[in-house]
């Protein structure tokens, strides 16, 4: 079985950041592809970011220029750095995880941008 807990997420106010973090663990070999999502209230879950095995990422542009999708493949966290954040940014984001055995959802970390 493996598990991903997110964490890193809170109140920030507008132009702040945060790192989010996801770690995760339990039976795998590595992990091949990790990506961030996010969802609000009114709206379904979009992407946010995305990287593979071979470390090539991939935005959606309304976050383009402001977060980075990282790995630390012997820690087996992806991170999400967040800079410039703005009030649109507030949602819950969930980190996937693709592995050997299949993919994987965090249970979510709260992110409110707001003065």
């Given amino acids: ?20 973090s996801c770690v995760t ?11 961030w999502y996010r969802q609000t209230p009114t709206n379904s879950r979009e992407l946010v970011a995305t990287i593979g095995i071979s470390g090539i990422t ?25 800079n410039n954040l703005k009030s649109d940014d507030t949602a819950t984001y969930y ?6 055995s299949g993919d994987y959802w965090g249970q979510g970390t709260q992110v409110t941008v707001s003065s």
């Fill in 95 to 100: 980190c996937y995880v693709r592995v050997l």
């Fill in 58 to 82: 991939n935005y959606a542009d309304a976050v383009k220029g402001r977060f980075a999708i990282s790995t630390d493949s012997a820690k087996n966290t992806v991170y999400l750095q967040m």
């Fill in 1 to 20: 079985q493996v598990q991903v807990v997110e964490s890193g997420g809170g109140l920030v106010q507008p132009g702040g950041s945060l790192r989010l």
């Fill in 25 to 35: 663990s339990g039976t795998f070999y590595s992990i091949i592809d990790g990506a």
